[in-house]
Nanobody, 114 residues
Framework: VQLQASGGGLVQAGGSLRLSCTGT????????MGWYRQAPGRQREMVAV???????NYAESVKGRFTISRDNREKTVNLEMNGLKPEDTAVYYC?????????WGQGTKVTVSS
């Protein structure tokens, strides 16, 4: 059972990045999937969550800039991030619930320079 994330990096303000996460060992198509982030000195926060039926919920701070999507056949969940701001700098974690507990990916770092 594993979530494997990729796609972080360094980008200038206003730029774009795409994060991807692949789930293995889970019944992916039945799961809510999401992205959370944790900036230095701050608590982990929800960025976006997508249901099995592709309904999405976003944090207010990223609405209109980020888009979450999923491919149930490929067992991937993606986060398209546009108009990045320095305050988006954080480690981003793929998430789902598994056996009534949170299951996290390994985290991928996003750094936005001003």
């Amino acid at each position: 059972v594993q979530l494997q994330a990729s796609g972080g990096g360094l980008v200038q303000a206003g730029g774009s990045l795409r994060l991807s996460c692949t789930g293995t060992g889970i019944n992916f198509r039945t799961k809510n999937m999401g992205w959370y982030r944790q900036a230095p000195g701050r608590q982990r926060e929800m960025v976006a969550v997508i249901t099995p039926g592709h309904a999405a919920n976003y944090a207010e701070s990223v609405k209109g800039r980020f888009t979450i999507s999923r491919d149930n056949r490929e067992k991937t969940v993606n986060l398209e991030m546009n108009g990045l701001k320095p305050e988006d700098t954080a480690v981003y974690y793929c998430w789902t619930n598994y056996n009534w507990e949170n299951l996290w990916g390994q985290g991928t770092k996003v750094t936005v320079s001003s």
